[in-house]
């Protein structure tokens, strides 16, 4: 036989084993995509196997029916174990979808229904609709709303009166979504690793202003309970805490009793600085507790009263910034949606006062959840399904006006948002740092907390950083460019912090710590310094002239004054402040009484000062006391001199027209003699420009 024809039967037996492994690939490919029922026919060959697998869909099914979340987690267990036996069955593969998008892993349920429907197209008759679900957790928003579109279609006319208008909500959702995605945010987000997170899942985190503590809800091993939630076949919640030392979180500690107990404890917010505690109570519908920090201690926990705590669910809860007011979620039915943002004021009597719904500019028809009120007074952050979402609970920012009306509510875009549920946010005082909580690949498991930097213009993205890039982790969109920048106004808000301490043995104090708005002669605030630590943060949003009082018992008050112009951006101040006991010889500056320029008459924006001094005087009847005047160097001696004198006395005169004797008081004036600062700046003539309260007996 030649080559020639030894060549063309070779070709002939390749072209014919070609065509065999052909068909017998496109049989197996057709067996691959039939529906196989769970029948004994079906599997003659594995009676025992059978047998087995049927038990488990018969769990999963008697779960599955009950539609809760911790039933659908349970009836998941078993489907899966029935599908490795046979997982070509489309009713199994459709319930296992199900049972997954109605878990934190939702994302996994795309490849059962896709496999549901390939199997047997009229698997369901709701098989469009949980494709377009799974497409649209998956960002493929052009299929998702291909699917949406076919089931809508098959609906009924009566049907679609009634799931029409979700629909089309969803379809509008996926449309939001391609158009943040073209525009992605310019952050970082980064998993704050294993010293917080947990296999289990873990969640609300709450911070201190200063971003130096933070506590969180965690439903890990060895909770103070240690029972699991029949609900949802989890440990129940506890509250963990952690501390900011050098930028690193630190290992999370139980909080421990009483603010864990028995039963579910969970955060809800935490206050500026610190020292109160809102968590959440599942009695009652959802409530909402409060406790304060006392030293190194947690009070217990006490439920608010009836103008917060309703008979319905009260869930997340912010403190303004002067703690006079907060806000808080409700379902209760007088809102304009499901659950909607409320705002309550404390009455004279520190009781909190009647709600008052916020109004549509926020709240909408769909549920607002996760609300946080910025110390600065000014910014709210919340959670939405209304607005203009691109899947489950997106985060907004709004902003309070200068005429007093919120702004319309801002997504704060991808990937901070993403067609899940994102809920809980939190952000530091400069507003370069949030916190939330979110379940993706790559985490230690379940729900993780993580930390957001929003990235200002100057600072480049690196593009290919896979550690640091969140676009890339987050989601599984393969193209992503890094373009926009949300838009950081430097917050406009002064920190000042601090430890209040014994000028003599330097032993912290507890005092009373009062913020004053000296042009409208009104406290806008009072806090406490931590007995054991005596540390303080009080936040002043800028726009104001703050006067700031200190006073402990047994101790003479201490003033401070910040005027902080509206348009001061982000600062933080730290201040010491030393207390003096009522010594004889003791002087203390008083900063906040004020004169005209080169005048002794006493500006309004004085007197809350001066009520100080007066309240000193009649606390301590016996006490004689010297008011001096001092002025910087600039002038003759003989007008500062004059001068000094004239604002002492005035001082003086003031506190015998409200009934001190004029016995207990004496007035000098040391012009410039008496610097505590240099002459040569502004500042420090500012400085030496006061009027001083002296002890000369008691």
Not at 55 to 69: H, P, V
Not at 319 to 338: A, L, Q
Not at 573 to 598: C, E, P, R, S
Request: hydrophobic letters at 35%; glycine letters at 8%; charged letters at 25%.
């Amino acid at each position: 036989m030649n080559t020639l024809n030894l060549l063309k039967m070779n070709q002939n037996l390749i072209f014919k084993t070609f065509i065999s492994l052909s068909f017998l690939l496109i049989n197996l490919t057709i067996f691959a995509q039939q529906n196989v029922e769970f029948t004994k026919d079906n599997f003659k060959n594995n009676k025992e196997g059978f047998k087995e697998a049927m038990k488990n869909l018969e769990e999963g099914d008697e779960n599955y029916k009950q539609k809760s979340i911790g039933t659908y987690l349970i009836a998941l267990g078993f489907y899966l174990k029935a599908n490795q036996y046979n997982p070509n069955n489309a009713l199994l593969n459709y319930k296992i979808g199900e049972c997954y998008l109605n878990s934190i892993t939702k994302i996994k349920a795309i490849d059962f229904f896709k496999k549901a429907f390939q199997l047997d197209n009229n698997v369901a008759p709701d098989i469009h609709y949980f494709l377009g679900r799974s497409y649209h957790l998956n960002y493929e928003f052009d299929k998702a709303i291909e699917e949406y579109n076919i089931y809508k279609k098959s609906l009924s006319p009566k049907d679609i009166e009634i799931y029409q208008k979700g629909i089309t909500k969803l379809i509008a959702e996926c449309n939001t979504g391609k158009e943040l995605i073209k525009n992605p945010v310019r952050v970082f987000i980064d998993n704050l690793g294993d010293n917080i997170n947990t296999k289990y899942p873990e969640y609300s985190p709450t911070i201190s202003t200063d971003e130096s503590m933070m506590l969180f809800t965690s439903r890990r091993e060895g909770t103070t309970g240690g029972s699991i939630d029949p609900d949802d076949n989890q440990y129940l919640e506890d509250i963990y805490i952690s501390y900011n030392i050098n930028g690193k979180w630190q290992i999370a500690k139980n909080v421990g009793k009483p603010l864990n107990s028995k039963n579910n404890d969970a955060t809800v917010a935490l206050s500026p600085d610190g020292q109160q505690l809102f968590s959440f109570d599942g009695s009652n519908g959802g409530d909402i507790l409060v406790s304060e920090l006392k030293g190194t201690e947690w009070t217990s926990p006490d439920k608010l009263n009836k103008n917060i705590n309703s008979d319905y669910h009260e869930s997340s809860a912010s403190f303004s910034y002067d703690g006079k007011t907060m806000y808080f979620v409700s379902d209760r039915p007088e809102g304009i949606g499901g659950r909607d943002i409320y705002m309550s004021k404390l009455d004279k009597k520190g009781k909190w006062d009647k709600a008052i719904n916020m109004g549509n500019v926020i709240n909408t028809e769909y549920d607002e959840e996760g609300v946080f009120m910025h110390p600065d007074g000014r910014t709210m952050y919340f959670c939405s399904q209304g607005h203009n979402t691109m899947g489950g609970y997106d985060i907004f920012k709004t902003v309070l006006q200068d005429d007093g009306k919120w702004s319309t509510p801002e997504n704060l875009g991808y990937p901070i948002n993403t067609p899940d549920n994102d809920v809980f946010f939190v952000i530091n005082a400069n507003g370069k740092h949030g916190y939330y909580s979110s379940a993706v690949e790559g985490g230690y498991g379940n729900y993780d907390i993580y930390v957001i930097t929003f990235l200002g213009p100057e600072k480049p993205m690196i593009q290919g950083n896979e550690d640091n890039l969140l676009a890339m982790v987050v989601n599984p969109v393969k193209e992503t460019v890094i373009e926009k920048t949300i838009e950081i106004k430097t917050t406009r808000l002064t920190i000042l912090k601090g430890i209040i301490k014994d000028a003599v043995t330097l032993n912290p104090i507890e005092a009373q710590i009062e913020i004053i708005d000296n042009d409208k002669n009104e406290v806008v605030s009072v806090a406490t310094s931590n007995s054991s630590t005596g540390k303080y943060l009080i936040s002043l949003p800028s726009g104001k002239n703050y006067g700031i009082a200190v006073k402990a018992k047994d101790y003479l008050f201490h003033s401070e004054n910040f005027d902080i112009p509206a348009a001061t951006n982000y600062q933080e101040i730290n201040k010491d402040i030393l207390l003096n006991k009522l010594v004889v010889g003791t002087k203390i500056i008083l900063k906040n009484i004020f004169f005209d320029y080169a005048k002794s008459t006493l500006r309004p924006s004085s007197f809350p000062e001066l009520e100080r001094v007066l309240k000193l005087m009649n606390d301590f009847p016996t006490i004689r006391v010297e008011i001096s005047g001092h002025t910087d160097n600039q002038g003759s001696l003989g007008l500062n001199k004059k001068l000094s004198e004239a604002r002492a006395k005035a001082v003086v005169d003031y506190l015998i027209s409200k009934g001190i004797s004029a016995s207990r008081l004496e007035y000098q004036g040391y012009a410039y003699f008496q610097p505590v600062a240099t002459n040569d700046t502004d500042e420090g003539r500012q400085e030496n420009r006061r009027v001083e309260f002296k002890i000369l007996s008691k």
